[in-house]
Every structure is written in structure tokens, then in C-alpha cells.
């Protein structure tokens, strides 16, 4: 059974840094790009990062560029997403998800950021 | 990152189809075969319920159906349930920033 588990999150002050991190099992971790999508509070979905299966090649929303950075251990069947200089605006439920045919067949049950002061 | 524009609410009664726009740009779905459906009702993770347009993952049933025309994208709920009440997105593959997805459209069934 695929199984995505995100842990990380919390509340942290505007400017402040978080690392999220979402266990994978249940299948071959390093044969999947991996994405992680957020959404606010009342909101629809958002795509933030995607990196593919070797963590060759990742990718970003405009508005995380230079600020998330989405890494993965494939040694570890484990997905991250350093968040740093946190604003106000990144406060979300922020999902991973397996990517497969060019969608994410799986999600995992989401953690809250909460950027305040 | 313009997201793609669906219409924020649809409803219909049981057993009734109802059918939901989801309209991109030829950057995304006006040309590529990448656009996927998400169910998610409230409090809870999304549910892939199409991808490649047209494509059903396992599970889902077969009331549910994809389509695509021109820059617009549509998911038909056939004989709508009660429990397919939720909040529906779209999402496609975009030449410009990867992936994209539109503002979300809520189901309702009277």
C-alpha cells in the first residue's frame, strides 16, 4: 500500500525557516518524481516544487524561487522542502505527492505552516 | 503563473450529469494530453480521479469521465451521487512553470 506521510510543520514567525518531510513506503521511492502542493487556508491547490527521481532536475513556483528548496534521500524513502525567510503568505497545508503520468496519483494527509508573529 | 479558470460552483440533482470547464492557455492544455482531476471533499487530502484527460485510475468509477477541447478541458459526473459532493481541480502540465492548476469548482448535489 503507498503510504506518504509529511511531518514538519508548526508555527514559525515571519522571515523564520522550516524543513518539512514526508516518509514514502510502499513503493520504489527512487522510480517517482515527487511534488509537494500546498493550499491556504479556504483556497484551492498550488503547485510549489517537483523534483524528478534522482533529484537531478527540480522545479518551483515563481514565488518560492530562492527562498524552498525540495531535496530527496532516496537511500531513505524521504522527500523535503527547506523552507526559508518564511511570510505570512506561505501558510498552508502543504501536501507531498507521488507524480505519475504526468499527474499525482498519491497524496499524503498534508502539515499546516503557519507563518505569524 | 496564471492558474487555469474553472467555475466556482456547479450543482445537480441525483442521477442528473453535470460537467466542469476547466479553460488554460496553448501553453498547457491546448497542447498537451496532461491534464488530471482532483476530488476533495472537505477536511481531507485530493483524490486523483483523471489523468492524460481521459484516463481513469482504478477505483474510480466510470460516472466520472474526461474530455478535452481546444484550450478547455471538461470532467462529467454521470448519475451524480450524493457522495460526489466536493470541491473538484484540474491541473495540467505547463510548458512555462511545470505544473499548474485551476481555482477549484464545488460540486453540490441538491
Known amino acids: 500500500e503507498v503510504q506518504l506521510v509529511e511531518s514538519g510543520g508548526g508555527l514559525v514567525q515571519p522571515g523564520g525557516s522550516l524543513r518539512l518531510s514526508c516518509a514514502a513506503s510502499?513503493?520504489?521511492?527512487?522510480?517517482?518524481?515527487m511534488t509537494w502542493v500546498r493550499q491556504a487556508p479556504g483556497k484551492g491547490l498550488e503547485w510549489v516544487a517537483s523534483?524528478?527521481?534522482?533529484?537531478?532536475?527540480?522545479y518551483y513556483v515563481d514565488s518560492v524561487k530562492g527562498r524552498f528548496t525540495i531535496s530527496r534521500d532516496n537511500a531513505e524513502n524521504s522527500l523535503y522542502l527547506q523552507m526559508n525567510n518564511l511570510r505570512a503568505e506561505d501558510t498552508a497545508v502543504y501536501y507531498c505527492?507521488?507524480?505519475?503520468?504526468?499527474?499525482?496519483?498519491?497524496w499524503g494527509q498534508g502539515t499546516l505552516v503557519t507563518v505569524s508573529s | 503563473q496564471s492558474a487555469l479558470t474553472q467555475p466556482p460552483s456547479v450543482s445537480g440533482s441525483p442521477g442528473q450529469s453535470v460537467t466542469i470547464s476547466c479553460t488554460g492557455t496553448s501553453s498547457d492544455v491546448g497542447s498537451y494530453n496532461r491534464v488530471s482531476w482532483y476530488q476533495q471533499p472537505p477536511g481531507t487530502a485530493p483524490k486523483l480521479m483523471i489523468y492524460?484527460?481521459?484516463n481513469r485510475p482504478s477505483g474510480v468509477p466510470d460516472r466520472f469521465s474526461g474530455s478535452k477541447s481546444g484550450n478547455t478541458a471538461s470532467l462529467t459526473i454521470s448519475g451524480l451521487q450524493a457522495e460526489d459532493e466536493a470541491y473538484y481541480y484540474c491541473s495540467s502540465y505547463s510548458s512555462s512553470t511545470l505544473v499548474v492548476f485551476g481555482g477549484g469548482t464545488k460540486v453540490t448535489v441538491l
Open positions: 505527492a507521488r507524480d505519475r503520468d504526468f499527474a499525482r496519483d498519491y
Open positions: 492524460e484527460v481521459t
Open positions: 510502499g513503493f520504489i521511492f527512487s522510480s517517482y518524481w
Open positions: 523534483i524528478k527521481k534522482d533529484g537531478s532536475e527540480k
